[in-house]
């Protein structure tokens, strides 16, 4: 007999929520709104187009081979060698395969679980917004504090007098984001020597968000942490396969820090995913051994950015400029009066293209007139977009 047929009360016991100002994200809600209005989806961040067959191939062939049960915590051996090669071919840092580097369940993955195993309640994280949705809330789950501060408005640049003057006793660490998601700017040399300088009297450790690090254009190089010792020395360094290879969907990425942070990522790693899909990671590995997917990959965006941001020179949006990433920023002054989340709604549901207003990667909202466009699409999607935005 169940409860409710013997008369006893059935009711789900309430619970103090651990997000309690957290909501359905900005870029669910938008992606919902051009499925609604049958827009052209420029919101959210994720290609409309197949990743290489090779790639598919490479899966299909690790399953038929016999690679479907648990790898090891850290990730296969071979994945990791060609993780630590990769960097030293780019960065000039050698991690240790063994100690040093870890395969994630994505990038998201990642950076919970170094906020999980850093932060104790009541230590500071520097924040600098406009910042990726995840940040906060991962340090809130830690019983973190974040401490947010301002990118320079119009130019997203740093600003080291403010980071420095956010910076207290508490301060446990900082997350820098580089190629910029949603600015699409870029740290420079000078701007990671900057930031070096500003940590080495510190125990302030980095959280450096490189998800980007193989979308960066006009011949500028990517100014990764492994590249500064005093950096590297301090950095947990977090990148995405999905980015890099247009497979959003497969969710893996990975770590590389320092032996002694590494080991206790991988003490809270073990208990929230364990390990991470067995085939994908040995097909990765296979297909890592020819490089040029990710070289050629900057040229491949750029040449996508460009005709972008042609289209849009016949709109009255003014243009803001992108150096790495796959987003396209602009400014809407002198398209409307309204606000940017007002904007992107009425953007969507009268003109027939999703957006995403900054405002969303800010705490308190701050509206500075500006929204992003996700160029990470088939040429003939930006195209159908950019017919309908011409309308502005």
């Known amino acids: ?165 956010a910076m207290t006793p508490r301060t446990r660490a900082i997350i820098v984001n580089s190629p910029h998601n949603p600015s699409a700017t870029i740290w420079s040399e000078a701007d990671m020597l900057s930031l070096q300088d500003l940590l080495a009297p510190t125990n302030v450790l980095l959280i450096s968000d490189e998800v980007y690090e193989h979308m960066v254009f006009d011949g500028q190089q990517h100014q990764s942490a492994a590249r500064f010792p005093g950096l590297a020395a301090r950095a947990f360094i977090v990148s995405s396969f999905g980015k890099t290879y247009h497979v959003t969907g497969w969710k893996v990425g990975y770590v590389a820090a320092p032996a002694s942070l590494s080991a206790e990522f991988r003490k809270v790693h073990q208990f929230n995913v364990f390990t991470v899909n067995t085939p994908v990671q040995y097909a990765l590995a296979a297909y890592m051994a020819d490089p040029a997917p990710y070289l050629d990959l900057p040229a491949f965006y750029q040449s996508k950015r460009d005709l972008f941001r042609e289209g849009l020179a016949k709109t009255r949006f003014k243009i803001l400029h992108t150096e790495g990433s796959y987003f396209q920023c602009v400014d809407i002054s002198a398209v409307s009066d309204l606000g940017e989340a007002d904007f992107c709604q009425w953007l969507t549901k009268e003109i027939g293209v999703a957006a995403i207003p900054l405002s969303a990667f800010y705490g308190n909202g701050f509206d500075q007139r500006v929204v992003r466009f996700c160029f990470a699409k088939q040429d003939a999607t930006l195209l159908a977009a950019l017919e309908r935005l011409q309308k502005l």
């Open 1 to 165: 007999m169940n409860s409710e047929a013997s008369g006893t009360p059935v009711f789900t016991p309430p619970l103090t929520s651990r997000l309690p100002k957290v909501g359905t994200t900005i870029f669910t809600v938008m992606s919902a709104l051009a499925t609604e209005h049958k827009a052209v989806n420029l919101g959210q961040g994720f290609p409309d187009f197949a990743c290489d067959p090779a790639l598919v191939d490479a899966v299909t062939a690790a399953m038929q081979t016999g690679h479907n049960q648990y790898p090891p915590m850290v990730g296969v051996p071979v994945l990791r060698q060609a993780i630590a090669a990769k960097i030293e071919a780019l960065h000039q840092h050698r991690y240790s395969a063994d100690s040093e580097i870890t395969i994630t369940a994505g990038a998201t993955q990642a950076i919970l679980t170094i906020i999980l195993a850093i932060v104790h309640p009541g230590d500071e994280v520097i924040v600098l917004e406009p910042c990726y949705d995840s940040y906060v809330p991962n340090i809130e789950l830690a019983d973190g504090v974040a401490v947010r501060v301002p990118l320079t408005p119009g130019t997203f640049r740093p600003d080291f007098d403010k980071i420095a003057a």
